[in-house]
């Protein structure tokens, strides 16, 4: 986390949390979404505006985490931003010599290899679940050939809970605030 993020942190340790503004699609690209965008239905369903500013996304990847309820946000100075995942917290890009890359930059070390129904290639890793970019399934073929990720089959519906990541932050919330819940 930033020093600057965490400076505004303890100046403003009670700013509220924010919910449904910020998706991450499942190509590793981050979305705002507006009052309408939120009105028009779920992230999978209405995405919001792409956002192409190379240093705004930069200090989102550097300020991405998951809380203890396995709820991945962005933390914008002193706001927690939940994000709303299409798919999996992470999404990976495999390097030529089959390294992982997280849409944040950050490597990871692979420790399974999933299949799902639709035919959707997972990695669970070192720091957490994501599934492989579009673009890159065809070296992730090379690593499942060669028998260095032999493959799981697994239900794409079982992974949040097998992962333990909330997949809408949002709809949790919205959920718990009907029933009179907190954060």
Known sequence: MDDIVKQALAKWPNVPDCYGWLGLDARGRWYLRDDA??????????????????????????????????RWFFQNGPQRVYVELEAT??????????????????????????????????????????LVHTMDVPLAAEAVESGRWPLQEVLASDLPTR?????????????????GGAR
């Open 37 to 70: 965008t939120q009105a028009a239905g779920p992230f999978a369903q209405s995405r919001g505006q792409l956002l192409e500013h190379d240093k705004l996304i930069a200090f989102i990847a550097r300020n991405y985490e998951a809380d203890v309820q396995g």
């Open 163 to 179: 992962f333990g990541y909330m997949a809408s932050p949002q709809a949790g919330w919205v959920a718990r605030s009907c029933e």
């Open 89 to 130: 917290p992470w999404i990976w890009r495999i390097q030529p010599d089959l390294s992982l890359q997280a849409h944040t930059g950050q490597a990871a070390e692979v420790r399974e290899a999933l299949v799902d129904e639709q035919g959707r290639l997972y990695l669970a890793t070192d720091i957490g679940v994501g």
